[in-house]
């Protein structure tokens, strides 16, 4: 199991906040209970990494010859050059110093570890900006927009609960609403009154869900993904864009859903194999981040592999794979099917990339959704953050200021 070197320096929130007593965001409480955070910083031990090259020198590698061009998973050609360059070049602690160069902290809401990131502006009256990651990436996917950020925001960047630093050991039940739950607790604990939200993929459904549950405390909700359970209330007829939709959503999922469809049923059977093998592991993550990604034919055009094994050996070490596969069966028993009372009220922003996996038309998302600003990008997939740091920095900004 992967381990952290703790700082054994522990902040009260009245401390942890200094500095920020004239923010109209922050409700600043003297509490008699003391409100633990930690600091922390990531120290894989050598040993460890030593076991990961020699089981990447081990695999079992597969007799296929054909499969080069990802129709049937990912590219074994390429497997093998990003597996090589895992076991000889790659250089986690590179990654750990990017990493440790920020503040990083651990509390404990509800009985679960929380990992986050809190970078505070420079900036007096700085928004403060909550943004979650999804599946199958994690916060390190935020690294690159954080200096495009903090001229105007305070940024929390949390691990979702069963995913890196977080709690691993997470109930079969654990939805969005159950992470929503664990952040606005985060906020206040942090000493936000009000905060921004931004989400995509896992990050847009639990975003959703705060900013249904507490509109009160939300200045806005930015969002560059829906799910595709999305369902407003609604008795309108749809319309032939809303059904175009709706065909090439179905067939989609019969060509590219497989792996919700098992991640929310069986996600045990396949976590055995791919938490073993860190092959495996690579093959199941860097599929999709090939075919979700703008990347014209060519993974690298999106992404450097550097940035997919940081992420992908992220989940190695925190040994994090089941428990964030497994919420997947949490939230295919509470899926983003509005009620009459669940259209959400603050204002929305969306942006939205052309070569993000299948998104609802603009008038099927207002049917459930204030939309105030929409953005259609030039360029991008579904890792907005990692591929287009600068291209959602920029909408972000647009939008709060408004």
């Known amino acids: 199991m992967a381990t952290v070197v703790w700082v054994e320096q522990f ?31 990531v120290n894989i031990p050598q040993s460890e990494i030593d076991d990961l090259k020699e089981r990447i020198r081990k695999t079992r590698c597969l007799d296929e010859t054909e499969n080069s061009d990802w129709k049937l998973g990912t590219g074994i050609t390429y497997l093998k050059e990003l597996s090589t360059y895992w076991e000889q070049k790659f250089d986690w602690r590179k990654i750990e110093d990017e990493v440790n160069s920020f503040p990083n902290y651990i509390t404990e809401i509800d009985n679960s570890k929380v990992h986050f990131l809190h970078i505070k502006s420079n900036r007096e009256n700085a928004t403060p900006l909550l943004i979650t990651h999804g599946w199958p990436g994690s916060f390190l996917e935020m690294l690159k927009i954080i200096p495009l950020l903090t001229d105007k925001f305070d940024l929390v960047i949390p691990s979702i609960i069963g995913f890196g630093f977080s709690e691993n050991n997470i109930k079969s039940d ?54 595709d359970s999305y369902k407003p209330y609604t008795t309108e007829d749809n319309d032939n864009e809303v059904e175009e939709y709706q065909e ?8 590219e859903g497989a792996y919700a469809i098992i991640q929310s049923t069986k996600p045990l059977s396949l976590a055995y194999g791919i938490n073993d093998s860190p092959i495996g592991l690579c093959a199941w993550i ?117």
């Open 248 to 255: 090439y959503l179905k067939n989609w999922n019969e060509k």
């Open 286 to 402: 860097v599929e999709k981040f090939n075919a979700w990604s703008d990347n014209n034919g060519n993974i690298e055009n999106s992404f450097s592999k550097d940035e997919l094994l940081a992420n992908i050996s992220l989940y190695w070490f925190t040994h994090t794979i089941y428990s964030s596969m497994k919420i997947y069966h949490g939230i295919s028993l509470s899926p983003l099917i509005f009620k009459e009372n669940d259209f959400v009220n603050v204002p929305v922003g969306f942006a939205k990339f052309p070569k993000e996996i299948p998104v609802p038309p603009r008038k099927y998302i207002e049917k459930g959704f204030n939309i105030v600003h929409w953005t259609e990008m030039p360029r991008g997939g579904h890792f907005a953050a990692l591929e287009q740091p600068e291209l959602l920095a920029s909408d972000l900004k647009s939008f709060f200021k408004k």
């Open 11 to 41: 902040h009260y929130l009245g401390s942890y906040l200094n500095g920020y007593g004239h923010s109209p965001y922050l409700n600043v409480v003297h509490h008699a209970e003391k409100e633990m955070i930690k600091e922390f910083k």
């Open 174 to 227: 654990a939805d969005y609403s159950f992470v929503a739950d664990i952040w606005h607790k985060l906020m206040f604990k942090l000493g936000y009154k009000s905060y921004g939200l931004q989400g995509g993929d896992l990050g847009a459904g639990i975003s959703i869900r705060l900013a249904q549950k507490h509109p009160e405390n939300i200045i806005g909700l930015h969002l560059n993904y829906i799910s």
